[in-house]
Nanobody, 115 residues
Framework: QVQLVESGGGLVQPGGSLRLSCAAS????????MGWYRQAPGKQRELVAT???????NYADSVKGRFTISRDNAKKTVYLQMNSLKREDTAVYYC?????????WGQGTQVTVSS
């Protein structure tokens, strides 16, 4: 069992930056692939970025070059550094842990990009 708690969301102006954190509790964090997903109002949840258990990242085309995912296995935490934020990045951001047929989700953190 893995519990995930996101933090770091908020209101930011276009072009600004935010860093999201996802703290995990439970065993064997290091063997899980971790990811960030987002869901905007009226839209389906979509993948933002994932990182494998050995640290290989993958990004949605819409965030490549602007977002960076990383993980610290000692702290059981995954991060999402978001730069050059755009209005269309506004969404609830969810942390995900996955391994084989197991998936765990956090409660989400709101990111609003607005002037």
């Amino acid at each position: 069992q893995v519990q995930l708690v996101e933090s770091g969301g908020g209101l930011v102006q276009p072009g600004g930056s935010l860093r999201l954190s996802c703290a995990a509790s439970g065993s064997f964090f290091s063997i899980y692939a971790m990811g960030w997903y987002r869901q905007a109002p009226g839209k389906q949840r979509e993948l933002v970025a994932t990182i494998t258990s050995v640290g290989v990242p993958n990004y949605a085309d819409s965030v490549k070059g602007r977002f960076t995912i990383s993980r610290d296995n000692a702290k059981k935490t995954v991060y999402l550094q978001m730069n050059s934020l755009k209005r269309e990045d506004t969404a609830v951001y969810y942390c995900n842990a996955a391994r084989l047929n197991l998936q765990y989700w956090g409660q989400g953190t709101q990111v609003t990009v607005s002037s």
